[in-house]
């Protein structure tokens, strides 16, 4: 249930939900208010997969931009609003459609792979889409006769190459919130906390990779943390995960990775990751997004069309069973 104060907020966002017949999707990283009022809380494929099936008239999308557009693509007839239309993400703002197709130009044998993270213009100019919940998998049945060109995430795309063995070439976008963390902290956590395990998004640095226990995506951390014997874990990704966390594995401990800015004095400069994209949304702009059914997500036929063909290819290859070698 959510919290006290926030109770008739919370209650008349459920009444809208039902006049609207709407369908209310929340990425890990949104605040626990919105979480709770959500249907579905998931990574971006989990999130995708959900708008793929949905039978809800309204969406309304508690993540990003980029987030919100995948569901307008699998869904061109349907309403999607997002409660903020600010929520972007520096990892699509890094690959504009433009200069990735003029690079496209420089290679007719490119097969080219992005990142959810990234515009709908961009996904319209891709062979396939990828998450960090599927990346290997789909990586791995990409053709073997073309170059691969990997797009936005310069570091999800190393983490790719060396658990396939595929060289592509790179984008050079990241995350300005995960490229934050660094190794000497994370040493120092480890030093601190010697029983837990370290838990990573792969759009960490390498150097900060090096140092975890587990690399993957916001929805496999969850299961890591459930499924996993320790009773510790430091999580190194944005703060709000940690919500779902604490909900779902009760008697665990989870510990934000610091991270330092550098602007800070010496005695401030210690706090938890936060996407200030994601953290725009809050529960007043669901109920209001709701009540005016805008922010709208509004995109042209020729994109629309175009980017579902990389989003459906890959929802299909990640529905594939996983094949064993040997
Ligand atoms: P996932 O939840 O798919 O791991 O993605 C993390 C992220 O940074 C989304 O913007
Ligand atoms: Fe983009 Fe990083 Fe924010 Fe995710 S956490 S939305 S990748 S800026």
Redesign the pocket.
Known sequence: MPPARFEPLALEILTLKKQLNAVILA???QVGEIQDVADYVG???GLAQQAAKTSADVIVFCG?HFMAETAKILNPNKIVVLPDKDAG?SLEESCPADKLAALQATNPNFWTIAYI?CSAAVKALCDVIV???NAEKIVNAAPKNKDLLFVPDENLGQWVMDQTGRSMTLWRGN?YA?VEFRREALLQMRAKFPQAKVVV?P?ALREVRELADAIC???KMITYCQTSPAKQFVIV??SGIIHRMQKECPGKAFICAPVFDVMKLPSDNCRCSE?KYMKLNTLEKVRDCMKHLAPRIELPESILKRARLPIERMLEISARPLVHAG
Do not use: A, P, R
């Open positions: 990425h890990n990283y990574d971006s494929l990003v993400c993270n998450t960090s919940g995350c995960h998004h759009e995506s916001t929805e990704t944005e996407c």
